[in-house]
């Protein structure tokens, strides 16, 4: 009897098709969502993927980031869009999965098992008499070695020039001679073109073919959201109970172990809440009760050179919290002490990253904003959250897999909200707004991506004046140093007949006011070109509203 073949082989070649038409030669935009589309088609349809309420909830967020991207194509959506595919994915085909953050792991895995994937399901299809299965059966020994050899050649390549020059004379020949070999077989058909299809394919079946392993899926099988009390084996112990031995002793394999942890928990808190109380007080008196805060301060070493610091320390103070209340101390008779310094010092930590935020506020209201500020300001609301949640560890009597799922997900919700925001555009504007308190530095805001043309092309006269103001700067500080070095070779120039008559003050100064307006409006006008030379490149498929709004008010009007 024939076996009939696996449906799913003929659309994994429509997904390679469709990849290869969508996104060939094309910027990304609609084409996102139109391959959004087809996937929740084939995963929503196919009776091997069963729906369940998660599949659901995390299609929403990628179908709107995709809807989004057609109204915006920012850089930050296109990678929220992959992020939540993979997370989409993971959840899709491992149904038990509780966190976003496991679903993001599997869904990356799912998505490079798309070669075994194709190679499995050839493996179960026969046409007629033909059987697959001895043809890709050899295919095992190879691709392992050759994937192998690639890696270990490309880090090789970076390590040695010399072993790279080799390596890329070689492949630069192979790659010659299999392009001469497909353009003579195949006159019509480009090799690119094949091979982009092929990678297609490789997504696709990656996206349907679910990877066959229950211990994948069942691997948060057992984990819960409550702390339940166990009683500790004297020959088992866990990663928490070698770490506690180190401070309690033998104690930890008697029954006054709880007793010594609390005592060691209580009086660990308690200095680690007066040390933080004398940094907490310094930042009171210095930060907030200061008011001659000028635009003069040396805002960068306050906070870029600290921040990374404070936030390291208050996720350490977090493992610290979570080692003391991992365990059967959580249900000790005397911990309220313990837990009392604990909210302490949970509120003390809570104050060193508002002072982070009053910190990276002055510096944004003195000297604007940049994406490092707005970094910050993120990482302080994510300390925010993670100390929220210890909190509710403590109080609730939770476990870390409850830190883990919780904060994972607030990670992911905030990832999605943060990339409906127009950066780009928000800073300019925020930036051109208030000129006149923070000066502008026009070489941050040309580095911008393409959204933010209109706004420069609108305020191109007040990017001219700062241009001009920076060029004057330059040449005064030019115009020093060469009266420095004037001085000293005058004498041997006075007797030169025939020398050339130098340029006034006021006319360098009218020359170098005209070369900076001559260079700026170069810039800008080579940036809007270029950009809309990339639209014109593109077809309908890579749609997006803002670009195409763009390209109308950035067109010569002739």
């Avoid at 659309?11 to 060939?24: A, H, K, V």
């Avoid at 006269?461 to 030019?478: F, G, P, R, Y």
């Amino acid at each position: 009897m024939t076996q009939k073949i696996d449906y799913r082989l003929p659309l994994m070649l429509l997904g390679g098709l469709l990849f290869q038409l969508l996104f060939w030669d094309e910027l990304l935009g609609l084409n996102l969502l139109l391959y959004s589309l087809f996937i929740m088609a084939i995963t929503f349809t196919d009776k091997d993927i069963p729906f369940h309420p998660s599949k659901l909830r995390t299609a929403l967020p990628h179908l709107a980031i995709a809807l989004y991207i057609v109204y915006n194509n920012a850089t930050l959506a296109i990678i929220t869009w992959f992020i939540t595919l993979l997370v989409y994915l993971g959840t899709a085909h491992f149904v038990l999965l509780k966190s976003s953050a496991t679903a993001l792991f599997w869904g990356i895995l799912q998505v490079i098992s798309g070669p075994s994937g194709i190679i499995i399901k050839l493996r179960k299809t026969k046409l007629g008499k033909v059987n697959f299965k001895p043809i890709l059966k050899p295919i095992k020994y190879v691709v392992l070695p050759l994937v192998m050899v690639v890696i270990f050649c490309t880090l090789y390549s970076i390590a040695n020039p010399i072993f790279e020059k080799y390596t890329r004379l070689i492949t630069d020949n192979i790659s010659y001679l299999f392009n001469a070999v497909f353009n003579f077989l195949f006159v019509d058909i480009s090799l690119p073109k094949c091979l982009f299809i092929v990678l297609g394919i490789c997504i696709t079946a990656g996206i349907i073919v679910s990877v066959d392993s229950k211990l994948l899926d069942e691997v948060e099988i057992g984990k819960s959201d409550e702390l339940i009390r166990q009683r500790r084996e004297k020959n088992k112990l866990s990663l928490f109970q070698d770490f506690r031995t180190l401070l309690a002793g033998n104690q930890v394999k008697k029954k006054l172990a709880l007793k010594t942890e609390n005592i060691v928990g209580v009086i660990s808190f308690a200095a680690l809440n007066l040390l933080l109380l004398f940094l907490n007080g310094i930042d009171f008196s210095t930060l907030w009760l200061n008011n001659n805060i000028g635009a003069n301060k040396n805002f960068s070493a306050e906070l870029h050179d600290g921040t990374n610091t404070l936030i390291f320390s208050i996720v350490i103070a977090m493992l610290i919290i979570v080692y003391f209340f991992s365990g059967n101390l959580n249900f000790y008779s005397k911990n309220k002490f313990i837990k009392i310094l604990a909210y302490l010092w949970i509120a003390q930590n809570a104050f060193l990253v508002l002072s982070v935020l009053h910190r990276d506020y002055d510096y944004i209201f003195y000297h604007g904003l940049t994406y490092k500020r707005i970094g910050v300001a993120i990482f302080a609301t994510l300390c925010f959250v993670g100390l929220a949640s210890v909190y509710i560890k403590i109080a609730k009597q939770k476990t870390i897999f409850f830190l883990y799922r919780i904060n994972s997900k607030i990670w992911y919700v905030l990832l999605v909200i943060l990339s409906f925001v127009n950066w780009d555009v928000l800073i300019v504007n925020y930036n051109l707004k208030s000129a006149n308190q923070i000066g502008i530095d026009v070489n941050h805001l040309m580095s911008f991506s393409d959204k933010t043309l209109p706004l420069l092309q609108k305020n191109r006269e007040i990017l001219l004046k700062q241009a001009v103001v920076e060029a004057e700067k330059e040449e005064a500080s030019q115009t020093a140093a060469i009266d420095t070095v004037a001085t000293g070779v005058a004498v041997a120039t006075t007797n030169k007949v025939n020398a050339t008559t130098p340029l006034s003050q006021a006319e360098k100064k009218a020359l170098a006011i005209k070369n900076a307006k001559d260079a700026f409006n170069q810039r800008l006008d080579n940036k809007i070109e270029y950009f809309l030379q990339d639209q014109q490149k593109s077809s309908w498929l890579s749609f997006s509203y803002l670009n195409w709004e763009m390209v109308e008010s950035l067109k010569p009007s002739h």
